[in-house]
């Protein structure tokens, strides 16, 4: 059984496997592919195809730590966090990223071109309360937006 869901606007379709696990978003002239660390569910890649050539355009490479995500108790299905995935998977703003931490926390993002070669890296920083749940995160990128996060 594959499972589709149609999101809009724009009008995208998103494949989910028989575990309503996304596997693939679909919009008018690109289609994501993603990757999970099969133990966690962490989305650890993102490929970026143009419908028109089956050619690569981007790679975004995941690294996650090891403590509780800021989302991991947060009851959505995992169909949105792809969903928020693909469509800010340019936007550089700290809040954007939170959606990635599904069940750990995004710590490294690192971007390839078509050939593979990689032209970017992004950083993101978290600091934890005595539980190891996430209380601020902020990155890299110009501005280093910080995100305080309260329970």
Not at 103 to 132: A, C, P, Q, R, V
Request: aromatic share 20%.
């Amino acid at each position: 059984w594959r499972g589709a869901i149609f999101l809009r606007p724009p009008p995208w379709e998103l494949e989910l496997d028989e575990n309503n696990i996304p596997l693939k978003i679909i919009d008018g002239k690109y289609y994501a592919i993603f990757t999970y660390d099969s133990d966690n569910k962490n989305l650890i890649k993102q490929t970026l195809y143009d419908i028109s050539t089956e050619k690569i355009v981007t790679t975004y490479n995941y690294e996650y730590d090891s403590n509780f995500g800021i989302l991991s108790k947060v009851d959505l299905p995992l169909w949105f966090y792809a969903y928020k995935a693909y469509s800010a998977r340019e936007s550089r703003y700290t809040y954007n990223r939170i959606y990635f931490n599904y069940y750990n926390n995004l710590i490294k993002e690192t971007i390839s071109n078509e050939n593979g070669s990689k032209y970017d890296e992004f950083n993101y920083d978290y600091w934890y309360n005595d539980w190891h749940a996430p209380v601020l995160m902020s990155g890299d990128t110009p501005g280093r937006i910080s995100l305080s996060i309260t329970y």
